[in-house]
């Protein structure tokens, strides 16, 4: 099995970062962006590339927020 690509992993923990900052689960950002939980938690591993719609939830969130 060869190694995710670096940036994969980056971003993969960057999203992590942000869910657990703000005390979200994984089936949040999962609902929102029309991905299954372990889709998400296989990107916040790098395991798979995230997508900009795994990440719209982020941006919601933000907005709600008033950030």
């Given at each position: 099995m060869s190694q995710s690509p670096?940036?994969?992993?980056?971003?993969?923990?960057?999203?992590?970062?942000?869910?657990?900052?703000?005390?979200?689960?994984?089936?949040?950002p999962a609902a929102a962006s029309n991905y299954s939980p372990d889709t998400i938690k296989a990107m916040e591993q790098g395991a798979r590339m995230p997508t900009p719609e795994s990440s719209t939830w982020q941006t919601s969130c933000a907005a709600r927020r008033g950030r």
């Open positions: 670096v940036m994969w992993r980056f971003s993969g923990n960057q999203m992590k970062r942000w869910r657990t900052k703000a005390n979200i689960s994984r089936e949040q």
